[in-house]
């Protein structure tokens, strides 16, 4: 359903953004890619996936898919991806991981589309790594040490399992759980890809992003709403043809009247559905696992909830 078309459009996306946060929509379309061949979707729902991917290229943002001018593709330019990255994971954590995370995706879909790898591509890519590393970094209140990959994906359940006390309390502020499971899926793609040593390097950050505080907050203030969203239900049809969700992602993002507009439909909802379900394969305990889908997912179900 997702040739290799898409590979070279998100990657032509995330390259033609305008500043380094719009390449979220070129990095959704790649994510979308690996989502749907890399697991046993129903049909419908990579039919769905599929038409709102469409709809983001051709409708919502054609000019920043617009093809690049064609030039003589060399594949040794990839590797000036990841170089580029290094300063920006240095010190601690930068943008909510993204660095990291549009570099794992570049490097995983240019070495399935080589041709891709012409000059000017990997140079806009290397802008994003540059822009960010200008931000001030963020360190762990606590540094610990992850023994390998494992234990950093362990963090990151760990970490959302300690937000159960949120979970029907839409009005209380969480902390962006969303990024928190894409940047631990893209440092273990480092390390698969070959870039160990700089994967580890992003450890630290790694651990301010999912070692953020459960707010404290009175039961009285924030009333429960009943809610018990899965891993299963958001990849059921039920959830992609609800008119409610099409509604909402097919309109503006407004923090106020729509804060689950096509910033969760066309960027965000994918690249969290590809991480997470690369990361929940590698957890043991089913039970932590549904408690982690909950608190990850209930954004996606419920618009009122602030954050996450």
């Not at 593709?73 to 990291?100: F, S």
Request: hydrophobic share 40%; glycine share 6%; charged share 20%.
């Amino acid at each position: 359903m997702f040739d290799d078309s898409y590979l070279v459009k998100g990657l032509t996306g995330m390259a033609q953004s305008d500043g380094w946060f719009p390449a979220h929509l070129g990095a959704a379309v790649i994510s979308s890619y690996y989502l749907c061949n890399g697991n046993r979707l129903k049909p419908e729902v990579a039919a769905a996936i599929k038409k709102q991917i469409d709809a983001l290229i051709e409708i919502v943002t054609p000019e920043q898919f617009a093809p690049l001018p064609e030039e003589e593709a060399n594949p040794k330019l990839i590797e000036k991806i990841p170089a580029a990255l290094e300063a920006a994971v240095a010190g601690g954590l930068r943008a909510h991981g993204h660095a990291v995370i549009y570099t794992s995706l570049a490097v995983r879909a240019l070495r399935a589309v080589p041709e891709m790898a012409q000059p000017t591509l990997i140079n806009k890519l290397c802008a994003h790594n540059r822009a960010i590393s200008k931000h001030k970094p963020k360190l762990p209140a606590k540094p610990t040490t992850y023994a390998d990959s494992q234990a950093m994906i362990e963090a990151l359940f760990d970490n959302l399992a300690r937000f159960e006390p949120l979970l029907g309390r839409p009005s209380v502020m969480r902390p962006n759980f969303t990024h928190m499971t894409t940047h631990t899926e893209a440092l273990l793609s480092l390390e698969e890809l070959g870039y160990g040593d700089l994967a580890r390097a992003g450890y630290p950050g790694h651990q301010a992003h999912v070692g953020e505080p459960v707010p404290a907050f009175d039961p009285v203030d924030h009333p429960v709403v009943e809610a018990h969203p899965s891993l299963e239900s958001i990849v059921s049809p039920g959830f992609w043809d609800s008119a409610d969700h099409l509604r909402q992602w097919n309109r503006m993002w407004d923090k106020d009247d729509n804060p689950n507009g096509y910033w969760i439909a066309f960027g965000h909802l994918f690249k969290m559905l590809y991480a997470y379900h690369r990361l929940v394969t590698r957890i043991e305990d089913k039970s932590k696992v549904r408690l982690c889908s909950r608190v990850l997912l209930e954004r996606y179900f419920n618009p009122k909830v602030q954050g996450g």
